[in-house]
């Protein structure tokens, strides 16, 4: 039953209630700081003595703990190291679009920091493997029976081609180098090597240097970047020459397309010059004398002709006409 506080005795006995609750509240707060304040004193002796034990114990300092470096054998040099030589570089510009550098940056991914010991063999499909999409690779053009089409991982021969250029420059043994069917842009005529991992079409050389070597791979601003690293043993240089030794002009060539109208006319195959390359490896000493010039390899990239479809023709128009004499 609510309470008449309509006479002054009864708000006079309200306040006093309230205030007994109050103080009652004000007691159980400074009962809980106490018990705060005594558990922070207790845990803060306990870690006093703590401390104080543990530095007892210790060893003084005139006898320090025994050192475990006594006991454990030597470090061995990491094997397969290569050394800080940089004995041959290059850079290939990339032309174009996304699809195709990304195809790039993955491939470059794949064979960077490749250690290849003396007398090792490296092999672009073993040490990149297969072009799929779950790795990442995208459509890209490629050279496939005379034409270009878009496949997974097109473009990474641009790779494959970069690093056989430096690997010519390092004096390195080619095992396996295959040439593409039409020429390249981004590495000379007869320093490409086509590789196609379904068909086992691979670039592989050894490296005959005598100590191990590092392939370094990406790209930079737009170039394919490739260096190899090892120990140089002279001072002595190699360079790529090429010699054009035949050259296959495409021509223009007009087929119908028998299913487009007359007026219809479209270009389906760009022209692409064929070469006969015989390329040479050259060495020079340090003051630019020519030491040897030996013959690396043959390449033979075809012609493309230019191909336009055109529409069937017009049908003749009949002129002759019946006429009464």
Known sequence: MPQNLSTPAARRAARRKA??????????????????AASLILIAVLLLVNHSSAKKSAPPPSEPAPSTLETTAPSEPTQGAPGGDVLAKYSSP?????????????ACAAIDGTVVPADGVFSFNETVGERTEEK?????DIYAAGMTV??????????????YLVALKSDMEIVERHSHQ?????????????????????????????????INAAVNDGNVDISIEGTKKNDNYTVMEYEVLATYEPEEVEQINWQEDSDYREVISTPITGYYVQTYRCTYAVDG??????????????????????????????TDCNTAD
Do not use: H, W
């Not at 205030?19 to 700081?33: C, D, E, G, T």
């Not at 990442?136 to 890209?140: I, R, T």
């Not at 878009?150 to 970069?162: E, H, K, M, N, P």
């Open 19 to 36: 205030a007994a609750k109050r103080r009652k509240k004000q007691r159980q707060q400074r009962l809980v700081l106490l018990v705060c």
């Open 289 to 318: 004398t020519l030491l040897s010039k030996t013959e690396e390899a043959v390449s033979n990239y075809f012609k493309r002709d230019k191909v336009t479809e055109i529409g069937p023709p017009k049908p003749e128009e009949n």
């Open 182 to 214: 039409f020429s390249v842009s981004y590495v000379p005529l007869g320093m490409d090597a086509s590789i196609y991992y379904d068909e086992d079409e691979d670039f592989r050389f050894k490296n005959n240097s005598g100590s191990p070597i590092r």
């Open 136 to 140: 990442g690779y995208l459509p890209a």
């Open 94 to 106: 990339i032309s174009d679009g996304y699809n195709r550098t990304v195809n790039l940056q993955l």
């Open 150 to 163: 878009a496949q997974t991982g097109g473009g990474i021969c641009q790779v494959a081609s970069t690093l």
